[in-house]
T-cell receptor, first 115, second 120 residues
Framework: DAGVIQSPRHEVTEMGQEVTLRCKPI?????LFWYRQTMMRGLELLIY????????DSGMPEDRFSAKMPNASFSTLKIQPSEPRDSAVYFC?????????????FGSGTRLTVV | AQTVTQSQPEMSVQEAETVTLSCTYD???????LFWYKQPPSRQMILVIR??????QNATENRFSVNFQKAAKSFSLKISDSQLGDTAMYFC?????????????????FGKGTKLSVKP
């Protein structure tokens, strides 16, 4: 199993540009989560999908952020327009189901820098 | 709302020695899970060990063990025979039991982390 795959690993973009982060969950996992990690706020849950359907997006900071999961093997997190304060590491994680006692499997993250 | 507190921002230990990382949490729930994740410089979040709240026996995974004190809401991680590869950020995490769609069940809530350095 290749684990949770995220791309790109690093992204540097200019303020105002659109940024798209990508995630491929582990095959067979039906829950997918997007987290953001910053020094100030630590790890925060942005949104979670169950069976490709967004269930809880209360952590999405602003309307500039959107997430989709068109099928069971692919999800995107888009920021449009990007701002310097969006600079962070964005993690995708998946699990067999939400609340699985085994915890979540995380990808390697995308480090986003907005200049 | 649940909170997770790690009171030690940084710690260091000599190779081959034992170190304990502290974690406390606040919840009114009775059924939940606790986890320790490791984040090495590679950035990958790696599950180290987990504990079900209903189990009194402390979880153990090779050199890693926990001291789970439910009444005190404490969940410390002990690393024995520390190795250079243990150098990483360690995050304590809480998850409320339950799989209902919506709400906070099943959300992993993390502490701010402890940076552990193992010195040769």
């Amino acid at each position: 199993d290749a684990g949770v795959i995220q791309s790109p690993r690093h992204e540097v973009t200019e303020m105002g540009q659109e940024v798209t982060l990508r995630c491929k969950p582990i095959s067979g996992h039906n829950s997918l989560f997007w987290y953001r990690q910053t020094m100030m706020r630590g790890l925060e849950l942005l949104i979670y999908f169950n069976n490709n359907v967004p269930i809880d997006d209360s952590g999405m900071p602003e309307d500039r952020f959107s997430a989709k999961m068109p099928n069971a093997s692919f999800s995107t997190l888009k920021i449009q327009p990007s701002e310097p304060r969006d600079s962070a590491v964005y993690f995708c994680a998946s699990s067999l189901r939400r609340g699985a006692s085994g915890g979540y499997t995380f990808g390697s993250g995308t480090r986003l820098t907005v200049v | 709302a649940q909170t997770v507190t790690q009171s030690q921002p940084e710690m260091s230990v000599q190779e081959a020695e034992t170190v304990t990382l502290s974690c406390t949490y606040d919840t009114s729930e009775n059924n939940y899970y606790l986890f320790w994740y490791k984040q090495p410089p590679s950035r990958q979040m790696i599950l180290v060990i987990r504990q079900e709240a209903y189990k009194q026996q402390n979880a153990t995974e090779n050199r890693f063990s926990v001291n789970f004190q439910k009444a005190a809401k404490s969940f410390s991680l002990k690393i024995s025979d520390s190795q250079l590869g243990d150098t990483a950020m360690y995050f304590c995490a809480f998850m409320k039991h339950g799989v209902l769609l919506g709400g906070s069940q099943g959300n992993l809530i993390f502490g701010k982390g402890t940076k552990l350095s193992v010195k040769p």
